[in-house]
């Protein structure tokens, strides 16, 4: 169990701090809540106590035998500031200390992780901007903000990620440290394609397969979080969108070649993470097939499916890296990473992200351990974790072989 300072400052969003504080606790983490004096004209002190089980307070005269200003910092595994508005970034750039919150700050030696929200003027106004660079510079996370409605009628940049997108980020950052969200894909795009295609065989069955599309989402995440303009390519996936990322929705393979092709023009990464089906009937049925009726049919031929990858491969720009992935198992012929490099030869690609499914140890599940296959022979183990905590390791790989 890690302790976790969760840090509220005075915006309207702070009511969003709530559903982030039960996401850490349900994750079995002893959370303190360390609200500033606005926050509280948003929430009160007693949903913070009843969620935590812990006591909350602003000053630093509460508790004066304990040294809460001092103790709390120091006692952390980590810091997360969500909602954190302007004047709580600038009073943090600074240094200050007129708080119970800018106290803590100053005594964590832990990783830090801030959530901006508020208008977005104020996101985009200059000593923002500085306050922003001189506590990334300083080693803290400062995750960018969403895009979308805030409040009164105004939309814009400025925005606070969803709860599950903010727990999920703090957990890679508890778990590899500020370093697993480094800013470093700033100025990219990145274009990702994510879920599994499904090829219909009449208006009500389909030929598919089980790729939930989690470790798509993931890598949409995490690019997002480390600065990059994302768009996810989402076949037949229904969770949220990713903050910060814009889907494109489709549904069979042949939808995800047009949608990759008209979005990878000018983009830096491509990841093809979807599971593409390989095949798809040779004709669709305008009504549902029945049993025991003249239309039953005896068998289903099938036709190839474009190999989208190896297209995408075939007409990338100069500069642009296109990363593959590979759902393997082992056979009698060979070995799970012997039939990727095959793959990987074949492909053209340059790198491959090796999945072993062996046993269905990878589709639908929380966590996930891959090998990130190089055209220049290398290989990269990243060990099991989470989903975004791969995603994490696998951008790692990829963002040093960028060109400038």
């Known amino acids: 169990m890690s302790s976790i300072v969760l840090g509220v400052s005075g915006g309207v969003a702070a009511y969003k701090a709530a559903f982030v504080l039960r996401a850490f606790t349900e994750a079995g983490h002893h959370v303190r809540v360390v609200p500033t ?52 970034l600038a009073r943090a750039a600074m240094g200050r200390a007129d708080d119970l919150l800018t106290a803590t700050l100053l005594t964590a030696s832990c990783p830090v992780v801030f959530v901006p929200a508020m208008h977005t003027e104020m996101w985009l106004h200059p000593a923002t901007q500085e306050n922003v660079a001189t506590l990334r510079r300083r080693g803290a996370v400062v995750l960018p903000p969403a895009v979308g409605r805030l409040t009164g009628p105004d939309s814009g940049p400025g925005r606070l990620p969803e709860p599950a997108d903010i727990a999920a980020l703090a957990m890679v950052v508890l778990e590899h440290g500020a370093d697993a969200l480094a800013p470093d894909l700033g100025g990219r795009r990145v274009v990702i394609s994510a879920g599994g295609t499904r090829e219909p065989l009449d ?41 910060g990322v814009r889907v494109v929705p489709v549904a069979t393979a042949d939808e995800l070649r047009t949608a990759m092709l008209a979005e ?8 093809m993470s979807a599971a593409v089906a390989d095949f798809r009937p040779a004709s669709v049925a305008a009504d549902k097939l029945k ?50 490099r095959a793959k990987l030869a074949r492909k053209g690609c340059d790198l491959l992200v090796v999945n072993d499914v062996s046993a269905g140890q990878v589709f639908g599940r929380a966590d996930n351990t891959v090998v990130v296959l190089a055209a220049d022979g290398s290989a990269t183990e990243v060990p099991r974790g989470s989903k975004d905590a791969v995603a994490a390791g696998i951008w790692a790989t990829i963002a040093p072989r960028l060109p400038d």
């Open 37 to 88: 004096r606005g926050a509280l004209h948003f929430v009160g002190a007693a949903t913070f106590e009843a969620l935590s089980g812990n006591p909350v307070t602003t000053d630093v005269w509460s508790d004066v035998p304990e040294v809460a200003h001092v103790r709390i910092g120091q006692h952390a595994d980590l810091v997360v500031v969500a909602p954190a508005t302007a004047d709580l």
């Open 203 to 243: 208006p009500v069955r389909y030929l598919g397969n089980r790729s939930s599309g989690k470790q798509g989402w993931a890598l949409a995440r995490v690019a997002a979080a480390r600065g990059a303009d994302v768009v996810l390519v989402a076949a037949n996936v229904e969770a949220p969108a990713p903050f």
């Open 264 to 271: 990878v023009p000018g983009a830096d990464v491509v990841v």
């Open 291 to 340: 049993k025991d009726s003249a239309a039953e049919p005896d068998s289903v031929p099938l036709v190839r499916n474009p190999d989208v990858l190896a297209e995408l491969v075939g007409e990338r720009s100069p500069g642009q890296l296109v990363v593959g992935f590979a759902a393997e198992t082992g056979d009698a012929d060979a070995d799970v990473l012997t039939h990727a």
